[in-house]
């Protein structure tokens, strides 16, 4: 069973930092790419950041470029979101995703694989 699970999420004020971790087991994901999405209360789900594999290609959205920082360690089937200079509109549920496919994508349709969530409540 193809499991995802999100840790780090939690309460911090503005312009503080958090570190999100995904931890993926079940199956080997050897050449997939990751992604963030998030979800705001009342909003649909936005793409935050993807990398692929081997790291080669990382796109991030326009709202968290030069905060955030996506990374993997496959070694761990692991992958992290650095999150930096937090904002109070960054607050949301953040998704762990996983596609079977090289290159990440920005629409959510195109991931095969969700985590729960882990919320991140940023006060200012």
């Known amino acids: 069973q193809v499991q995802l699970v999100e840790s780090g999420g939690g309460l911090v004020q503005a312009g503080g930092s958090l570190r999100l971790s995904c931890a993926a087991s079940g199956r080997t994901f050897t050449g997939d790419a990751m992604g963030w999405f998030r979800q705001a209360p009342g909003k649909e789900r936005e793409f935050v950041a993807s990398i692929t594999w081997s790291g080669d290609a990382i796109v991030y959205a326009d709202s968290v470029k030069g905060r955030f920082t996506i990374s993997r360690d496959n070694a761990k089937s692991t992958v992290h979101l650095q999150m930096n200079s937090l904002k109070s509109e960054d607050t949301a549920v953040y998704y762990c995703?996983?596609?079977?496919?090289?290159?990440?994508?920005?629409?959510?349709?195109?991931?095969?694989?969700w985590g729960q969530g882990t919320q991140v409540t940023v006060s200012s």
């Open positions: 995703a996983a596609r079977s496919g090289y290159y990440g994508y920005t629409s959510s349709k195109y991931y095969d694989y």
